[in-house]
């Protein structure tokens, strides 16, 4: 097992006009900590900037000349992450029309793989077209073939038209339940052979798995359907968007090879502190005890400026300035204590994982993990049927 699971958690860089630590609330302390402990696997969001206040205006001055990886380089010369940049499809879920054109960005693989560069990606995913739950049949089989068109788009891009471009692509995947999944995928490898790219190196990244996140079995059906496409024609390694918590160790006991998350901010935004073992207790129910057993810097940091002094800063406004552990502070940096906390207890399961020397140990752990918990106990038994 060893250090074969790696997790992105997802980080919002371009909160606001440039540099990296300027701006962003939350983010900007997020950030702070990220770089200082070097991360080294970063997934990034092709389009967070619009979420943020980036007019057209920030959005060139971030860019010109210089990748975001340059700009974290200013930050730590030695700092070297590696960047996963997704597609931003995800985005097109709600709205048909993502509207870019401020930005002088067309929603086209061609156009989306430019702005990855941009960003200075490692990785980068085919631009999708998720499929919402309710769609009829027949749109839902239009935007799959749309989305495998893009796959083959990018392999295109990256192998023909860049060919020094140096990324790594992941061909994203998805469908609603295992039978659309087997049908996508099938008809994927089927391109691939055909147009010659089969032999090339790419990744499967499997998206659209979001609103389906607690259906545990059903996930299971998908994850597995196209792993059993896969296996009939190469090994590839296999990403999993936006999914985490509880039933992260069961995805890697079926052979996913990494995920990305951003649960421990979404968690710190609702006072949410993760525990060992996944799970979450609310932020005013933890007390002392509950910082020095986990004993992360984190956790000490809050100790010693006196956990209900904590509580209290969170109630306060935003923009109020504190005393707290011998600094001026405000209450985001409360909550992004708590956010690096709980991607702290989730690197050290991670890690726990890895650390496991057989799939014997590994299946024994998850027993155990699953203990005490219905659904867990039932993604056991579907465990061994696979
Ligand atoms: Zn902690």
Redesign the pocket.
Known sequence: MKGRIKFFPIVNFITGSPGILRNGGIWRWIKVEIIKKRIPNIMMQALHFVDFNVTSNIFNKWFEGRTLKDWIREVDKNYTPKFFVDSGGFKHLHNKEYDLSDYNIKPTQEDIFMLQLRYGADFVASLDYPIPPNLNYKEARKRMELSIKNCLKLMELVYDKYSNCNVFPYLVVHGRNGYEAKYYTQNLFKNLEEYGYLDKPFGIAIGSLVPIKNHYELLFEIICSIKNVIEQYKKVNVHVFGISGYIIPFLIYLGIDSFDSNTYVQAAQNLRYIMEENYQKNFYAIDEKDLER???E??LYLLNGGIENAKKILKSRGYLRHEFNGERINKSKIYSCIAM?NL??QIRLINKLNGMKSKEEFLNWLINYSKGRYSGLKLISKLSDN
């Open positions: 986990c004993g992360c984190y956790c906390h702290e207890v």
